[in-house]
Structures are given as structure tokens and as C-alpha cells.
């Protein structure tokens, strides 16, 4: 192998891939990115078996066609370091190396084994549907925080993402069984089949993290036995499916919430935020009293004080009081756009249901929260 290629895209498809190193693994080949020059093209893998991530940068080679694999976590830190704007590598003859240089830095790297890294799953001829890259991107950030964390339950489907895939839509989901999040998008081609696609929470939000990065204009996504992939630009992300049932999240949603309570969001955002500090710990609980034209939002703790808050409401509405975990509004409010929300309750122990204004980034989503029974 001996190569040459520009250091930024040397460095951003390193720290790309690097998303996927395998860590505190008992493989240790997952901890090494592989790379492969084809032609005037080098791309990069890594994985950690549930999530896989290549990367191709254009290069000048000079070799033939190879692949190698080196440690990821020592290419990450090198590539970050390198002096000059031209990245040379090559193979040293005989040795079981690689040199690295740029400028007037040499980095001579010990090889790891090609034959033990894993055969990654191939990229399907067709995609099932396309969509703009930031309309995933907004998806997955309105979405994805509010799945289970992994090492909280054994229930898997609650720690994925379900993609739910019809003709003219993409619905992202995302719940932990106290609360529920879902963005729906339009699609501007219909999708060549429908179904249901479970990822791991974590890997969606890695893959979030990623389109941020990129300036690709649209993702394409494909799917192969139980594998999602994900392609933008010269960037493909697989996700590894979750194969248990999720739960019939639409049955969950409220259709007809009789009291809408109207408010400018980041008021209703910070009063959150300020009753969180004296709510108890154990709950987190706010409680929100409406009456008349006013809400009051409250906590209490034994061993903090209280906090007392009102704020005006848009327009007049029914009586009621209801208690809901802050992080759980707070979560949703903070990554929303509109100027304006409603939250739509029926009474104190049903679920509340959270919906944006008009802001076009917002266009879709709905989330759904379970309150917390109190003898107010």
C-alpha cells in the first residue's frame, strides 16, 4: 500500500469510522480501522459488530489494490496531530509495518490482522426509500433521547429506534414506556416497500451525530436481513436490527384531550428547569395547577425547599392539576423551535400530550408523557 491524500479528509474519514471501534471487547481486532485502497480511492471501516461505519476519501495511489487494519484509537490520535495538509502512507517491506508521514513527522505503526477482521454485511444494489439529510437528522434529534438506556432493562425494543417505513412517510419512534416521542416525515418519493426497523437508540444517535458533519443533501436507506444501512454521501452507517416486537405506540397517543394549556415555550422551558432544582430526587416531580389564564408550576423536597412559578397561558382554559416528571418535559421543550407548545391533558392520571407550534422543524412530531400519581 503507499498512498497519498489531503489531511482533512484523511482526518474527517478517521473520526468518522471512529464512532464504530469496538471497545473493552473481547475481540480486540474490533479495536482497528481497516483501510482499502481501490483505484484513486481509500475507505475506511471499523465496527463493533452491532453498528458498522465506512468512509471513502479520494487519494493519489501509488500501489496496487490492499487492504491492511491498524489500531483505530493511535490512527485517531495521529491523524488529529499531523502537521501538513498531505498525509503519505505505505507499507514497509518486511516488517509487519506502516509508515505514516506528514511534514516533518514519521509514525512508523505496528500491523493488526487483516485475516481476523470481521466480513462486514454488503451495501444492497437498491434503496428502500431517500429522504433530505436533514430531515434525518431532525428525526433522531427530536427522537432518539427518548429511548431506554441499555444497561437499564432487558426489554430490548425499548432501547431502539423503530423506523416505520410507509409508502409516502417515515415515522421515527422512540419510547421508554413512561413517555413517547415520534417525528413523522414526508417522503418526497414513495418508498419501494413498507415495514418496521428497530436500531439501538445509541447507534441512531451516532449516526445523528454524523449527518451534523456531513454535506451530503440526502440520505438513502437500505435494508438487508438484519441490517439497516444508512448512505450519505460517500459515508455508509449500519445498524445491526433489534429483532423483538415494539409496542403498538399509536394506541398510546392521545386523540382527544379535552384542556389545552397554550404557552411560549422557553418561558414554560425555564420555569421547568428552575422548579427542577428543589424537586425531589427520587421522582423529579413538577406539578403544573392551571387556573383560569394562569399556570403554576411547583416542586417540593424535605430537604431542599420548594419553588413556586406562574406563568401566563395564551388563552383561558379548564382547571386542573397534574404532576410529570421534569426531565421528561424538559428533554422534549429544549430541542423544540416553536416559539409556541400546547400540552393537551384530560385529567391527573392520564397521559399529557406535547405538541409543537408552527416552526417548520417541528412539523410532525408529537410526545407523549405519562404523569406521576400524587395526592395533591
Not at 508521514?101 to 426509500?129: H, K, M, N, V
Not at 436500531?199 to 449527518?211: F, K, N, P, T, W
Not at 389545552?260 to 427542577?276: D, N, P, T
Not at 400546547?342 to 416552526?359: H, I, V
Request: charged share 30%; proline share 4%; glycine share 6%.
Amino acid at each position: 500500500m503507499d498512498f497519498s491524500c489531503g489531511r482533512g479528509e484523511f482526518l474527517t474519514g478517521v473520526k468518522i469510522v471512529s464512532r464504530a471501534l469496538g471497545r473493552a471487547t473481547s475481540m480486540p481486532i474490533l479495536a482497528g480501522v481497516k483501510l482499502e485502497t481501490k483505484k484513486n480511492q481509500l475507505t475506511l471501516y471499523a465496527t463493533d459488530l452491532e453498528r458498522a461505519i465506512w468512509c471513502s476519501v479520494p487519494i493519489e495511489n501509488r500501489g496496487g489494490d490492499e487492504a491492511l487494519v491498524l489500531n483505530g484509537e493511535l490512527l485517531v490520535k495521529i491523524a488529529t496531530t499531523l502537521p501538513a495538509d498531505t498525509v503519505e502512507l505505505k507499507t514497509i517491506p518486511g516488517t509487519g509495518k506502516v509508515e505514516i508521514t506528514s511534514g516533518g513527522a514519521r509514525f512508523d505503526l505496528f500491523r493488526l490482522s487483516l485475516e481476523d477482521y470481521p466480513e462486514l454485511p454488503s451495501l444492497p444494489d437498491r434503496p428502500i426509500c431517500m429522504l433530505a439529510k436533514s430531515q434525518l437528522e431532525r428525526s433522531l434529534e427530536l427522537v432518539a433521547y427518548a429511548a431506554l438506556p441499555a444497561r437499564e432493562t432487558s426489554r430490548l425494543s425499548l432501547t431502539g429506534v423503530n423506523m416505520v417505513l410507509e409508502r409516502d412517510t417515515l415515522k421515527v419512534v422512540a419510547t421508554n414506556g413512561y413517555r413517547l416521542a415520534v417525528k413523522t416525515e414526508d417522503l418526497a418519493q414513495k418508498a419501494s416497500r413498507e415495514g418496521e426497523f428497530l436500531v439501538a437508540a445509541d447507534s441512531m444517535r451516532d449516526l445523528a451525530g454524523i449527518l451534523a458533519q456531513l454535506d451530503a443533501e440526502a440520505v438513502e436507506i437500505y435494508q438487508a436481513e438484519n441490517y439497516l444501512f444508512f448512505k450519505a454521501g460517500s459515508v455508509v452507517f449500519v445498524g445491526r436490527l433489534i429483532e423483538e416486537a415494539y409496542p403498538d405506540f399509536e394506541k398510546v397517543i392521545p386523540k382527544d384531550n379535552p384542556i389545552g394549556i397554550s404557552l411560549e415555550r422557553k418561558r414554560f422551558l425555564e420555569a421547568l428547569q428552575r422548579a427542577q432544582i428543589t424537586a425531589a430526587e427520587e421522582s423529579d416531580a413538577v406539578i403544573l395547577s392551571v387556573e383560569n389564564s394562569l399556570l403554576r408550576v411547583s416542586s417540593q423536597a424535605a430537604e431542599k425547599g420548594e419553588t413556586h412559578e406562574e406563568i401566563p397561558l395564551k388563552k383561558k382554559t379548564k382547571p386542573i392539576k397534574i404532576s410529570f416528571r421534569a426531565e421528561y418535559l424538559i428533554d422534549a421543550l429544549k430541542r423544540l423551535e416553536s416559539d409556541e407548545v400546547t400540552l393537551w391533558l384530560a385529567d391527573a392520571e392520564s397521559a399529557g400530550l406535547l405538541e409543537p407550534g408552527d416552526s417548520e422543524a417541528d412539523h410532525g412530531f408529537l410526545y407523549v408523557c405519562m404523569p406521576i400519581r400524587m395526592d395533591f
